[in-house]
């Protein structure tokens, strides 16, 4: 089993900046992506940042210059600092992995949600 647990999500003013961070644990031989996801209500979910092993990112159009990803892959976390937040960006966020378990295959794991809220 494999677990992510978020945290930082909460309600901001729309200019101010949050950090959300996550942490995988369990049976991880291996990560290879990890990154945020958000789902607003009646929208489908969309990428938000994405960080591979080796560094690379790679950004949705709407965050692009706001937002940035980074990663600590001895610790297995990924982090989102998000700055300039408008009120389009309030949203569920969803931590994501791509990771290969002892045993196992490569599969997406998903932590469970936080929500961030951007309203004065």
């Known amino acids: 089993q494999v677990q992510l647990v978020e945290s930082g999500g909460g309600l901001v003013q729309p200019g101010g900046s949050l950090r959300l961070s996550c942490a995988a644990s369990?049976?991880?031989?291996?990560?290879?992506?990890m990154g945020w996801y958000r789902q607003a209500p009646g929208k489908q979910r969309e990428l938000v940042a994405r960080?591979?092993?080796?560094?690379?990112?790679n950004y949705g159009d709407s965050v692009k210059g706001r937002f940035t990803i980074s990663r600590d892959n001895a610790k297995n976390t990924v982090a989102l600092q998000m700055n300039s937040l408008e009120p389009e960006d309030t949203a569920v966020y969803y931590c994501?992995?791509?990771?290969?378990?002892?045993?196992?295959?490569?599969?997406?794991?998903w932590g469970q949600g936080t929500q961030v809220t951007v309203s004065s």
């Open positions: 994501y992995a791509h990771v290969m378990q002892h045993g196992t295959g490569w599969g997406a794991m």
């Open positions: 369990g049976n991880i031989f291996s990560i290879n992506a």
């Open positions: 960080i591979t092993s080796s560094g690379s990112t």
